[in-house]
């Protein structure tokens, strides 16, 4: 079982950045694939950023890709989301998935996830 804790969300304006952490619970945290996932009212969740174990492999969803980055702190047990040049549309809750993986493969489906934090809530105005 793995317990997953965001935070670093709040009001950002229009071109601003942000930054969120997940802090996981497990000391094998290395083990762990983590992922980014976000949902506006009334929408699916959807992915944002994920990244491998050793952090050798990330993906972007192209919606955020040049303004997004994913990064992985070992010794922390945390994930990080760096949000630049932020746009209203990017309100929405953010939620820190994991998944237990030793390989390099890095999934962007929300069922290939085992593992949840509450989320944190992201709004930008414009």
């Known amino acids: 079982q793995v317990q997953l804790v965001e935070s670093g969300g709040g009001l950002g304006q229009a071109g601003g950045s942000l930054r969120l952490s997940c802090a996981a619970s497990?000391?094998?945290?290395?083990?762990?694939?983590m992922g980014w996932f976000h949902q506006a009212p009334g929408k699916e969740r959807e992915f944002v950023a994920a990244?491998?174990?050793?952090?050798?492999?990330?993906i972007i969803a192209d919606s955020v890709k040049g303004r997004f980055t994913i990064s992985r702190d070992s010794a922390k047990n945390t994930v990080y989301l760096q949000m630049n040049s932020l746009k209203p549309e990017d309100t929405a809750v953010y939620h820190c998935?994991?998944?237990?993986?030793?390989?390099?493969?890095?999934?962007?489906?929300?069922?290939?996830?085992?593992?949840w934090g509450q989320g944190t809530q992201v709004t930008v105005s414009s």
């Open positions: 998935a994991a998944r237990w993986s030793t390989s390099d493969y890095v999934p962007r489906t929300r069922t290939e996830y085992d593992y």
């Open positions: 497990r000391r094998t945290f290395n083990s762990y694939t």
């Open positions: 990244i491998s174990w050793s952090g050798s492999s990330t």
